[in-house]
């Protein structure tokens, strides 16, 4: 089953921005409500586009390097990257398609 993987500051390059394929980065943080919502449907997704997409997930709390440079502000933010840059964002709770949506640009 395809899970999100988590990354950090550490491997945040040679995950993401090395990457080939699309990526999804679910910017988190444990005590987020909003983050825990959205987390299932990341799931789903990482299901649904397993092969053509890569899912991270990365704690804002343990890795502000990372979610300052992207000038991440609230979680949960979600950024797709292409090419070893952010080409989507969504910020906040949003429906699975509004999602779908974001990765379906990413790899027209």
């Known amino acids: 089953m395809a899970m999100p993987t988590d990354t950090t500051d ?13 990526v999804l980065v679910d910017f988190w943080a444990p005590w ?9 449907i990341v799931e789903e997704l990482a299901e649904e586009y397993d092969g053509r997409v890569k899912f991270v997930k990365l704690n804002t709390d ?7 440079q992207y ?3 609230s979680i949960p933010t979600l950024l797709v990257f292409k ?16 999602l779908a949506k974001q990765l379906d640009a990413a790899l027209a």
């Open 83 to 98: 090419g070893g840059e952010p080409v989507g964002q969504i910020i906040g709770f949003r429906p699975k398609g509004d």
């Open 32 to 40: 987020c409500g909003p983050c825990r919502m959205v987390a299932p």
């Open 10 to 22: 550490a491997t945040f390059n040679s995950d993401v921005i090395e990457n080939d394929d699309p």
């Open 62 to 68: 343990e890795n502000p390097m990372t979610a300052g």
């Open 71 to 73: 000038g991440i502000r």
